[in-house]
T-cell receptor
Framework: ETGVTQTPRHLVMGMTNKKSLKCEQHLGHNAMYWYKQSAKKPLELMFVYSLEERVENNSVPSRFSPECPNSSHLFLHLHTLQPEDSALYLC????????????FGEGSWLTVV | AQTVTQSQPEMSVQEAETVTLSCTYDTSESDYYLFWYKQPPSRQMILVIRQEAYKQQNATENRFSVNFQKAAKSFSLKISDSQLGDAAMYFCAYRSVSGTYKYIFGTGTRLKVLA
């Protein structure tokens, strides 16, 4: 039991496809995050939801669309992606407050062909 | 804006030896949190250790300890008695105590443990 579960673990999609990544946390947290991890780059924060409201959106292209229906679930809807979007997408959660530790899922490895 | 720098892309250590991973950061804030995260090949990133900037005492967690030098803005991780299971990517991270949810991560250091 990892506390933060992501599905699917691996996804291959064409540039015209529409797919979604799912994240679920079982830790009672009230903030959830999407990060993009590419080789040799720092983790890029994409979106943050706190109490189910989006509080940060770091200039992410509109082909990525997040959804947070409740405090335990987070989705990342994908459409018309580009090959450079291929990366590991990490979901994370935490309690709100500066000192609280962020907990990560195992990630969804996305390949755009 | 805050930045986190890990200048060592890759490090190697002999099993049972000690290794130190470097991290420097830049901030104008006086209070903040620093973290070291480990990402093994299975990809789940897990917390190794955290430090609160207002505490002068270096954090320790079993074989893992930090050397926190606030004036120098340095936050290195020491792993003692290295084990094969310590092989992973290690990320240094910074978080403000203010209302932001942003964790600033470094680019990571890949640690290899040699048997």
């Amino acid at each position: 039991e990892t506390g933060v579960t992501q599905t699917p673990r691996h996804l291959v999609m064409g540039m015209t496809n529409k797919k979604s990544l799912k994240c679920e946390q079982h830790l009672g947290h009230n903030a959830m995050y999407w990060y993009k991890q590419s080789a040799k780059k720092p983790l890029e924060l994409m979106f943050v939801y706190s109490l189910e409201e989006r509080v940060e959106n770091n200039s992410v292209p509109s082909r990525f669309s997040p959804e947070c229906p409740n405090s335990s679930h987070l989705f990342l809807h994908l459409h018309t992606l580009q090959p450079e979007d291929s990366a590991l997408y990490l979901c994370a959660s935490s309690l709100t407050g500066g000192g609280n530790t962020i907990y990560f899922g195992e990630g969804s490895w996305l390949t755009v062909v | 804006a805050q930045t986190v720098t890990q200048s060592q892309p890759e490090m190697s250590v002999q099993e049972a030896e000690t290794v130190t991973l470097s991290c420097t950061y830049d901030t104008s804030e006086s209070d903040y949190y620093l973290f070291w995260y480990k990402q093994p090949p299975s990809r789940q990133m897990i917390l190794v250790i955290r430090q609160e900037a207002y505490k002068q005492q270096n954090a320790t967690e079993n074989r893992f300890s930090v050397n926190f030098q606030k004036a120098a803005k340095s936050f290195s991780l020491k792993i003692s008695d290295s084990q094969l299971g310590d092989a992973a990517m290690y990320f240094c991270a910074y978080r403000s105590v203010s209302g932001t949810y942003k964790y600033i991560f470094g680019t990571g250091t890949r640690l290899k443990v040699l048997a």
